[in-house]
């Protein structure tokens, strides 16, 4: 493991970044299509596509609801969380 090598965080800016992000993109799921009510918008994540979190370029993001999030290289571990079964019970 290279001690030198910077963390991989996200930016101090990323919540109003994720935020900004996902209402310009209407709360809509870019894989599925899927819009969001606004009581579930929480279920609505910003993706790194490349896997770098500090790595904000548009082009490198992607909003996608939990369940499509899930399905990403990596990301396997969202569905052991409460957010993705309740996701999951609203929209079969």
Sequence with gaps: MDTNAP???YSE?????SLQFRKNNNWTCQKCGIKLKPEHHH????HHINGVKSDN???NLMC?????HSEQPDHDHL???EDYIKFISLYK
Excluded: G, R
């Excluded at 996608?64 to 499509?68: A, D, Q, S, T, V």
């Design 7 to 9: 963390a991989d965080l």
């Design 13 to 17: 800016d990323y919540e109003e970044l």
């Design 43 to 46: 279920f609505l994540h910003v």
């Design 57 to 59: 370029k548009p082009t």
């Design 64 to 68: 996608l609801c939990i369940k499509c």
């Design 79 to 81: 569905k052991s969380k």
